[in-house]
Nanobody
Framework: QVQLVESGGGLVQAGGSLRLSCAAS????????MGWFRQAPGKERQFVAS????????YYEDFVKGRFTISRDNAKNMVYLQMNSLEPEDTAVYYC?????????????????WGQGTQVNVTS
């Protein structure tokens, strides 16, 4: 069992930065690949980034490459999403998830656990 709690969302102007955090409980955290997804009102949940259990492999959706960076600290049971050069189109609820299937970590049904989400609002 893994419980996830996101934090760090908020209101920021376009061009600004935010760092999202995801705190995980459970002794098996280091065995899971972790991912970040987002969901805007009226839209489907959208893949943002994922990282393998040991941090050696990362995937990013094209629209965040060069702007967002995923990282993790297995000693602290934490996952982070550093978001730079934010755009109004990045406004959404951001969720972190845990999956044992890194190869399909771009696909939200592959995830075993989800956090409750944190709201990010980017103003123009």
């Amino acid at each position: 069992q893994v419980q996830l709690v996101e934090s760090g969302g908020g209101l920021v102007q376009a061009g600004g930065s935010l760092r999202l955090s995801c705190a995980a409980s459970g002794r098996t955290f280091s065995t899971y690949a972790m991912g970040w997804f987002r969901q805007a009102p009226g839209k489907e949940r959208q893949f943002v980034a994922s990282m393998s259990s040991n941090g050696g492999t990362t995937y990013y959706e094209d629209f965040v490459k060069g702007r967002f960076t995923i990282s993790r600290d297995n000693a602290k049971n934490m996952v982070y999403l550093q978001m730079n050069s934010l755009e109004p189109e990045d406004t959404a609820v951001y969720y972190c998830g845990a999956t044992l299937r890194m190869s399909s970590s771009w696909n939200w049904p592959s995830y075993d656990y989800w956090g409750q989400g944190t709201q990010v609002n980017v103003t123009s």
